[in-house]
């Protein structure tokens, strides 16, 4: 079973940075893509960033420019560097994480959430 824990969310006011980090723990083979979702009152979740396993990037418009994803294998660690936050930034933010157990299992884990929020 690998488990993902996020940590780095807060109260910032717009215009301001936050750090988020997830850490994938168990016994992991691989981890192919990792990502980060979010989810506001009353919405669906939705992508925000991803990474495959080569580095490769994929953002939600809303967040081009603004936020930057990135990942730590020898940590199994993803990043998602948020600056020049908006309101409309604020949600609960969840990482997931896509591969292969050290029992040859694949996993798809997400993490517990992070409340990020964002005042004007």
């Known amino acids: 079973q690998v488990q993902l824990v996020e940590s780095g969310g807060g109260l910032v006011q717009a215009g301001g940075s936050l750090r988020l980090s997830c850490a994938a723990s168990?016994?992991?083979?691989?981890?192919?893509?990792m990502g980060w979702y979010r989810q506001a009152p009353g919405k669906e979740r939705e992508l925000v960033a991803a990474?495959?396993?080569?580095?490769?990037?994929n953002y939600a418009d809303s967040v081009k420019g603004r936020f930057t994803i990135s990942r730590v294998d020898a940590k199994n660690t993803v990043y998602l560097q948020m600056n020049s936050l908006k309101p409309e930034d604020t949600a609960v933010y969840y990482c997931?994480?896509?591969?292969?157990?050290?029992?040859?299992?694949?996993?798809?884990?997400w993490g517990q959430g992070t409340q990020v929020t964002v005042t004007s």
């Open positions: 990474i495959s396993s080569v580095g490769s990037t």
């Open positions: 997931s994480a896509r591969g292969t157990t050290g029992w040859g299992k694949s996993f798809d884990s």
């Open positions: 168990g016994i992991i083979f691989s981890i192919n893509a």
